[in-house]
């Protein structure tokens, strides 16, 4: 799935690690990512989290979207900050999942909470 996702390996999104309803990825924060407060946009950081989530959910092997998706953002990241998503599968019900994803900074400071739902597509 993430040899085809042009969106986030445009951005410099690398996947780490994936498999058994966890994920890794990471990211970093480039100057067309920065907004006029000279810290990383939240869209990225969202973007980043999303797709740690997307490779978590559909580690399992059936074609799996987002339902919804929430993050808190907790601290800022700047230019040049190396950003870690480290996503966990919390449950899986029918069709339906949740996960939660820890975005940190390179220094190990929680940047962003995202919370997941995922659900699985008939016939996929």
Request: hydrophobic share 45%; proline share 2%; with cysteine.
């Amino acid at each position: 799935m993430f040899d085809a996702d042009l969106a986030s390996r445009a951005l410099g999104i690398e996947l780490v690690e994936a498999a058994d309803g966890a994920a890794v990825a990471r990211m970093r924060v480039t100057a067309a990512m920065v907004n006029g407060h000279a810290i990383a946009h939240g869209g990225y950081v969202f973007l980043l989290a999303d797709t740690a989530f997307a490779l978590a959910c559909n580690s399992h092997g059936p074609v799996t979207v987002a339902a919804g998706g929430d993050i808190t953002f907790v601290r800022p990241a700047r230019e040049g900050d190396l950003l870690l998503a480290r996503a966990t599968e919390r449950t899986r019900y029918g069709r339906s999942g949740i996960y939660d994803v820890t975005v940190t900074r390179d220094d190990g400071e929680v940047v962003a909470e995202f919370r997941g739902r995922s659900r699985t597509l008939n016939g996929a």
